[in-house]
């Protein structure tokens, strides 16, 4: 499997057999209640060698990035521009603009905005960033480690995701996905792990699993920003 962009489900690291070549995809949503503020997820994935409680020798690290350069590396990812909405009823678009996607800090920065761009004469409300490591980063078997900071507010759903490298069973979802991670920024306490699988939609089936976070407070005074 390969990361469709950096962003997979999960939000913890962990190992999973997956069918051969999948890929990572991270889309920072925007649904139809989005609100009409500019919102910034921060997030910085790397791949760890180490697994808790796991000799070190038994880990091998295969594909990392710190975000420690003023651009993005794009032997690792690519940059998606659609307005497909994503089978989602998405309301916003994907750019490569430095204003949706960019790297500063040490940081991978994607910012979804209200700003009514385009993407191949397409209009929406909103724009944002998805990125991938397909052809770039494909895996079967592994442990992935994320550490993000996420947006609080309705309609606001970033994610991560793994998808086929190639559909070798089918279209979606005969191939598989795995969403390491899908958090709902008007649920601040819980992420969403999920396995689709079956036949082709809508013939599919899902299985979910929800993660209760603990309370933490990103950033002093702003309380909206806790999950």
């Known amino acids: 499997m390969n990361f469709p962009p950096l962003f997979g489900r999960n939000g913890r690291g962990y190992w999973t057999k997956q069918p051969k070549n999948q890929g990572f995809s991270p889309p920072c949503q925007a649904s139809r209640k989005s609100v009409n503020r ?14 808790a409680g796991a000799p070190p020798e038994k880990w091998k690290l295969v594909w990392s990035d710190e975000f420690n350069g003023t651009k993005l590396d794009y032997s690792k990812w690519g940059v998606e521009e659609n307005a497909f909405g994503g089978g989602n009823h998405e309301m916003q ?3 490569d603009r430095s204003k949706n996607v960019r790297v500063a800090g040490g940081k991978l920065i994607i910012e979804a905005h209200k700003d009514d761009a385009q993407v191949a004469g ?5 724009s944002s960033g998805r990125l991938r490591t397909k052809h770039r980063g494909d895996w079967r078997y592994g442990r ?8 609080a507010g309705q309609g606001l759903w970033p994610a991560i995701w793994m998808l086929p ?8 979802a005969s191939s598989g ?6 958090y709902k920024g008007q649920e601040t306490d819980r992420i969403h792990g999920t396995l689709h699988h079956g036949g082709t939609w809508p013939d599919n089936a899902h299985t979910t699993k929800i993660l209760k976070l603990p309370p933490i407070r990103f950033l002093q005074g702003c309380p909206h920003l806790c999950h």
Do not use: S
Request: charged share 25%.
């Open 38 to 51: 500019r919102m910034r997820i921060l997030i910085l994935i790397l791949f760890a060698p180490v697994l």
């Open 93 to 95: 678009i994907y750019t």
């Open 122 to 126: 397409t209009q929406r409300p909103f």
């Open 144 to 151: 992935i480690e994320v550490r993000t900071k996420l947006p």
């Open 165 to 172: 490298t190639e559909n070798k069973y089918g279209t979606w």
């Open 177 to 182: 996905e795995i969403d390491i991670m899908e």
